[in-house]
């Protein structure tokens, strides 16, 4: 059992920051080592690239879900009381094809597009769409209210109120484990280092995860508006492109997107795939632009290729000791970061307590 409560959490993405944010909140000591930070762009720092908005993708009785169901709470919070966060709601329209049928998307997406998803009775107003509400070659559909966070202001945020807690930030590449325990910025021993790494997780030395694979996501920003967030389960594009978009609160823009692709690295624009995706986003939410304009009426902010820390079965959020440190790993969340991030940091806070010898929260974690 450790004999103080100084805890390096290692990575600033959104995982990362809420696990700190937690810990803090729990009463621990808190340092947060990591070589990217909000305000960053680097293709191998995800947080701040992605859409980011709740649409649960995991499967009922899983940890997965209740990692989903307590963010979901967080976020709803944040949502309607703190308007700093940059979170704000905005209802989901989610169509269905028949055609799209056990493909990579249908699949990652399966709880999504179900008709009778867990979420159903958790969200505000979930209904199936009626027939006048179906649109383009859609079969069927469903709508319910949730939240889209705008990324860059959000991050920023998590910083502030770590910092506000005595959260200290530290910014070092990390060679190896043995290292990290001696970056509390007391000086003091380590209790437990927080392994919130993402992509990284692959390509550290070490032991090294060969099951953490990048999953490509390319987006167009753009300064159109929409009235509510759309998704659909295919295109005719190919089995590794889709459709959904996305306004970003506070002036963040609106998120075209995208790709799901496996194992791909590529973090280079391909420009064909670009003007597929707007205009597949056109077709699926014309008031982006005028009647009759097609996508030259789209204003684009950037268009960029960011990649999901996908694990090949699952977030691995589990105790290690690795030689005399202590270490809680909390990586590999996908697709799925922001709208989990919440249940993951309160499931390694409780490792953490564990490795503390804590019974529980000291400051009960305000969700
Ligand atoms: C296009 C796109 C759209 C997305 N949309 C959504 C969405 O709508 N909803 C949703 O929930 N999720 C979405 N995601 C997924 C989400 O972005 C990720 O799951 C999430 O950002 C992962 O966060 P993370 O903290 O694990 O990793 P990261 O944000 O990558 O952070 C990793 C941190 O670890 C640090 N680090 C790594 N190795 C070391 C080292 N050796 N030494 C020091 N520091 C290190 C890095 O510097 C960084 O600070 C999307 C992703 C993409 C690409
Ligand atoms: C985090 O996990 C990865 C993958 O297992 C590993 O390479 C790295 O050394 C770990 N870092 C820490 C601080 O535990």
Redesign the pocket.
């Known amino acids: 059992m450790a004999s103080n409560n100084n805890i390096v959490v ?1 990575g600033a993405g959104v995982v990362g920051l809420t696990t700190a944010l937690l810990l803090l909140q729990r009463g621990y000591s808190v340092t947060i080592v990591a070589a990217h930070m909000p305000g960053d762009t680097d293709p191998y720092y995800t947080s701040p690239m992605a859409g980011a908005n709740w649409w649960p993708v995991s499967l009922p009785n899983t940890r997965e879900q209740d990692w989903d169901r307590i963010t979901y709470l967080a976020l709803d919070r944040l949502a309607s009381e703190v308007p700093e966060a940059g979170i704000h709601y905005q209802d989901a329209i989610i169509y269905k094809r028949n055609k799209d049928q056990d493909t990579v998307m249908t699949q990652w997406q399966q709880t999504l597009l179900s008709d009778e998803p867990w979420f159903k009775g958790l969200v505000r107003g979930f209904r199936k769409l009626n027939k006048e509400e179906i649109r383009g070659d859609a079969d069927s559909g469903t709508r319910f209210q949730s939240v889209c966070i705008n990324a860059g202001v959000y991050l920023a945020w998590l910083v502030g109120e770590c910092r506000k807690r005595g959260g200290v930030f530290k910014r070092r590449m ?1 060679k ?2 043995e290292e ?1 325990g001696e970056w509390h910025h007391t000086g003091g021993k380590v209790a437990c ?1 927080v ?1 919130c ?1 993402g992509l990284l ?2 390509k ?6 060969a099951k ?1 694979t990048p999953t490509r996501g390319q987006i167009v920003l753009v300064r159109n508006e929409i009235e509510a967030m759309y998704d659909i389960s295919g295109t005719d594009d190919g089995d590794e492109e889709c459709t959904y978009l996305m306004m970003r609160a506070a002036g963040g823009g609106t998120v075209i997107g995208g790709s799901y692709q496996k194992g791909n690295w590529d973090t280079n624009v391909d420009q064909s795939m670009n003007n597929r995706i707007m205009k597949r986003a056109i077709a699926l939410a014309p008031e982006l632009v005028k009647p009759g304009q097609g996508i030259e009426a789209l204003d684009v902010i950037r268009t960029y290729a960011a990649l999901r820390p996908l694990r090949i079965g699952g977030v ?1 959020l589990e105790r ?1 000791k ?1 030689g005399k ?1 202590e ?1 809680v ?1 909390n ?1 590999g969340a996908g697709g799925f970061g922001y709208q989990a991030s919440y249940g993951m940091a309160e499931y390694s806070a409780r490792l953490v307590d564990e490795v503390c010898g804590r019974k529980g929260p000291e400051e009960k974690a305000k969700l």
Not at 204 to 209: A, H, K, N
Request: proline residues 0%.
């Open positions: 290692l990390v190896h484990v990290a280092v392994n790494t997780a692959s550290l030395g070490g032991v090294m995860d953490v691995r290690e690795i440190t270490v790993h990586y």
